[in-house]
Structure formats: structure tokens, C-alpha cells
Nanobody, 120 residues
Framework: VQLQASGGGLVQAGGSLRLSCAAS????????MGWYRQAPGKEREFVAG????????YYAESVKGRFTISRDNAKNTVYLQMNSLKPEDAAVYYC??????????????WGQGTQVTVSS
């Protein structure tokens, strides 16, 4: 599988961005998908995850209520809607493929990231 993230950019604090991750392969709808981020000098951290059917979502405490993960299995794409962005949200964002259909199984593959910059 290959994962290609897009949609990053520069936004003012309080603004919004929508990230997309297009996946290749015919088994996209078998796996949970997630978003991670890594800021300079920091470890990569989990941001959000969604089960294979889209009915279950999971979020880091730091983004709850501001970010929304969704997926379109017909388009092999997962999205991350980011609202009320803060300077501390600035990072390279990566989408990830789950080991299985549920978030609890963890993630085993990360694609190339997309840069999100938030100005204060």
C-alpha cells in the first residue's frame, strides 16, 4: 500500500485546514486509518484514528473537539478536518495504515507527510 497525504499549508491561528490521504490498493476498507504528527525536536504522536467502517473514531486529548477524522472507502481516502488551529498544532502530519480493522490493533505503515504551519 502507498499513502499520499496532502492539504497542508500555512494558516493563521484559529483557522482551518483539511488534510487528505489517498491510499493505493484494493484493501483500503479492511484497515483502520490514522493520522500522526511530528513537530521539530519532538517524537511522532498520535492524532486521530478511525475504524475500517468509519463508525469508531479516536482522538488525542489535545485535538478533541477541534479535529475530525473521516474516511471515504469508495475513494480510498481518509481526511482530517482541523478547526481552531493553534500554533502548537504545527507539525508534519502523516497518515497511517492500521494493522487490522480497528484502531486498537495499532498502525504499521506511515506515508509521506504534509506540513502544517500555524502562525500566531
Amino acid at each position: 500500500v502507498q499513502l499520499q497525504a496532502s492539504g497542508g499549508g500555512l494558516v493563521q491561528a484559529g483557522g482551518s485546514l483539511r488534510l487528505s490521504c489517498a491510499a493505493s490498493g484494493s484493501t483500503f476498507n479492511s484497515y483502520a486509518m490514522g493520522w500522526y504528527r511530528q513537530a521539530p525536536g519532538k517524537e511522532r504522536e498520535f492524532v486521530a484514528g478511525i475504524s475500517w467502517h468509519g463508525r469508531n473514531t479516536y482522538y488525542a486529548e489535545s485535538v478533541k473537539g477541534r479535529f475530525t477524522i473521516s474516511r471515504d472507502n469508495a475513494k480510498n481516502t481518509v481526511y482530517l478536518q482541523m478547526n481552531s488551529l493553534k500554533p502548537e498544532d504545527a507539525a508534519v502530519y502523516y497518515c497511517a495504515k492500521g494493522r487490522a480493522g480497528l484502531h486498537i490493533s495499532g498502525y504499521d505503515y506511515w506515508g509521506q507527510g504534509t506540513q502544517v504551519t500555524v502562525s500566531s
